[in-house]
């Protein structure tokens, strides 16, 4: 039905992303290009310290399982106090804010010590 005025019709009723508030959208932004970013840098950091900086493949599994502990350990507790103290914003840019300044420094190392 052309130009129909039920209410599905896209002209009673806003679209759902307009809906949104736009703090929604930068923080949904913000984690989707910190998330690609990791992505791509934590696929190539084993190779790159294999074959970079001469460190053994065991060394690799060990670093990368103390790595997963932590973070395991660190969303344990910062969703508890994120709930606690009911500001979610603090936390998320205290948990992005080391991962965005570390990434640049990893292409300087020249050694794992």
Known sequence: MKGSNSPRSSR???AI???LPTGIWVLGFGSFFMDISSELIHSLLPVFMVTTLGTSMVLVGIIE???EAITAIVKVFSGVLSDYFRNRKFFMVLGY????LSKPIFPLSTSVR
């Open 12 to 14: 009673s009723t806003p």
């Open 17 to 19: 992303w307009r809906v």
């Open 65 to 67: 399982g103390v790595a």
């Open 97 to 100: 804010a080391p991962a965005a």
